[in-house]
Nanobody, 118 residues
Framework: QVQVAESGGGLAQPGGSLRLSCAVSGIIFRINSMGWYRQAPGKQRELVASFTSGNADYADSVKGRFTISNDNAKKTQYLQMNSLKPDDTAVYYC?????????????WGRGTQVTVSS
């Protein structure tokens, strides 16, 4: 069974940094793409960053501050978040587009809370 799990959230001060991790586990044939979404209270879930076929894309609100990196051997993606702002406060979710014995589908993690506050 494929599972996706985020970690690394917490409390940071404005201007600070956090690194989120997203690990995919289970018997998989291929990770087609992975990405990060966030949802703040009272707002819709929005795409923050994604990585597909070697290319990373970022929402305008995080460009220059957030960076995706991958450890393919560990099936883990990282989201380095620098120069954090209070507006970055949200639950961050990882989504993985995975091909397994069950076919190809998206898998979501349960989310990790990021709070930016002084």
């Amino acid at each position: 069974q494929v599972q996706v799990a985020e970690s690394g959230g917490g409390l940071a001060q404005p201007g600070g940094s956090l690194r989120l991790s997203c690990a995919v586990s289970g018997i998989i044939f291929r990770i087609n793409s992975m990405g990060w979404y966030r949802q703040a209270p009272g707002k819709q879930r929005e795409l923050v960053a994604s990585f597909t076929s070697g290319n990373a894309d970022y929402a305008d609100s995080v460009k220059g501050r957030f960076t995706i990196s991958n450890d393919n051997a560990k099936k883990t993606q990282y989201l380095q978040m620098n120069s954090l702002k209070p507006d970055d406060t949200a639950v961050y979710y990882c989504k993985a587009d995975v091909t397994s014995s069950s076919g190809r589908r998206d898998y979501w993690g349960r989310g990790t809370q990021v709070t930016v506050s002084s």
